[in-house]
């Protein structure tokens, strides 16, 4: 018999079975350890030295200052870099958000509170600092605003970082360090995120406002809000939606209601929503992540972390109180905060059909499965998205799941 007739009668056999791809369980989370009763916030992957960057914070000024955690994404051994109070006034400095900047410096929002630990939690400065990643200094940008509550979102957008106070929009030259501008927009904001898709539009969330928000950075201005969500906090965006993490539940808190995540039609502004598996014990969806796979990510403060591929729905649960922030890394790894458990978590997404990201099963996809055909992690003809089943080799197996989704579209 020849090599194609045994390929095809191999096909036909394995079509036999049911086969789907492999999807990842609770038990497939992977976990690191950070300094016991640290809270790890903001989390960021470093494409420019392979490190992951997180913002540690330890909550309380008994703890100490916060820190920025260098982890060497591969060794998974870290650095922690102590920040120090710059203000005569506001001491501990506590960080929350991290981005990586044009040259893989990072920024993180940070905040301060006033000389006694146990101060007003609205009594607190916030400003942002640079981590220079050549000369491990921690540079602090003043902010001239006119309010004293922060700079809580940070974001890396068109050239330029974007951080968001109590209502005022700031963009910083991340080489020269000079603020560029600074503009009132109405709404406070956790989380900002530019549209990659597009020049000019970055979006923001506002969960006292209950609004999801477009900045034009050609215009300065608002562009576009939206109305109607439920306590919004964490955006993500793909070429045609903004996706919005809907946080639900105000106190006194009422479990069990599933998560859900707005999606606005970046075309016409409607809004839809996708829903969750989770059981919300605490709160609902805190933040979400489109990944270079399609692969659409939440967390939430009932320390479940979620995926919507393109044909699943997944909820895991992770260590902890609450998973926070993600980032994503290399070979299809999720990383995010959990804290409440002073860990990292790490999950490896669910392979897709879509072997080539298009956000469709096509033929494409079956030719690629096949040209990785007989191919292990160590081959040349390798490729890790044709594993669709993550046995560690393309077979025939794989082939025919890429088969069976055919026509699927996202
Ligand atoms: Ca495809
Ligand atoms: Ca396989």
């Not at 400095?93 to 900047?101: E, L, N, S």
């Not at 939606?241 to 075309?267: C, L, M, Q, S, W």
């Not at 939430?300 to 997944?314: A, H, K, P, Q, T």
Request: proline fraction near 4%; aromatic fraction near 12%; glycine fraction near 6%.
């Amino acid at each position: 018999m020849n090599k194609s007739i045994i390929f095809l009668f191999s096909l036909l056999l394995v079509s036999q079975f049911i086969v789907s791809v492999q999807s990842p369980t609770s038990d497939d989370i992977k976990y690191l350890e950070l300094p016991s009763n640290s809270i790890p916030m903001g989390i960021a992957y470093n494409p420019k030295n392979n490190m992951t960057y997180v913002a540690l914070n330890w909550g309380s000024a008994v703890y100490g200052n916060g820190e920025i955690a260098e982890i060497n994404t591969t060794s998974r051994t870290y650095i922690l870099y102590e920040l120090e109070s710059w203000h005569l006034d506001y001491k501990y400095p506590m960080p929350f958000a991290v981005a990586i900047d044009g040259d893989g410096n990072v920024w993180v929002t940070i905040r301060s509170f006033k000389n006694t630990p146990n101060q007003h939690p609205l009594d607190m400065l916030w400003c942002i600092v640079k981590f220079n990643i050549e000369s491990k200094t921690i540079e602090y940008i003043p902010l001239s605003l006119p309010s004293l509550r922060g700079s809580e979102t940070v974001t890396f957008y068109n050239d330029y970082i974007w951080t968001m106070n109590k209502e005022y929009l700031t963009k910083i030259d991340y080489i020269t360090n000079t603020i560029e501008g600074c503009w009132n927009v109405s709404f406070s904001g956790y989380f900002a995120i530019g549209d990659n898709y597009s020049n000019d539009s970055l979006w923001f969330s506002s969960i006292t406002n209950n609004v999801v928000c477009m900045f034009n950075t050609t215009t300065n201005t608002v562009e576009e809000i939206i109305n109607g969500f439920d306590r919004p906090l964490g955006v993500a965006v793909d070429k045609d939606y903004v996706y919005v993490a809907e946080n639900h539940i105000k106190e006194p808190y009422e479990p069990i209601v599933n998560g859900t995540i707005a999606r606005i039609d970046k075309t016409i502004y409607t809004v839809d929503r996708i829903v969750t598996n989770s059981i919300i014990t605490n709160e609902g969806p805190y933040s979400v992540l489109k990944d270079s796979y399609g692969n659409l990510w939440w967390t939430d403060n009932s320390n479940n972390i979620g995926v919507f591929s393109l044909i699943e729905n997944l909820t895991l649960n992770a260590i902890g109180s609450y998973c926070y922030f993600m980032t994503e890394v290399p070979n299809s790894s999720i990383w995010f905060s959990c804290v409440g458990s002073a860990h990292i978590g790490e999950i490896t997404g669910p392979k897709t059909p879509d072997v080539n990201s298009d956000g469709k099963v096509s033929i494409a996809d079956i030719v690629i499965t096949i040209s990785a055909f007989g191919s292990e992690p160590e081959s040349e003809t390798w490729n890790s998205s044709a594993d669709v089943n993550s046995d560690n080799r393309v077979s025939i197996t794989d082939i025919v799941i890429v088969i069976n989704y055919f026509g699927l579209v996202l």
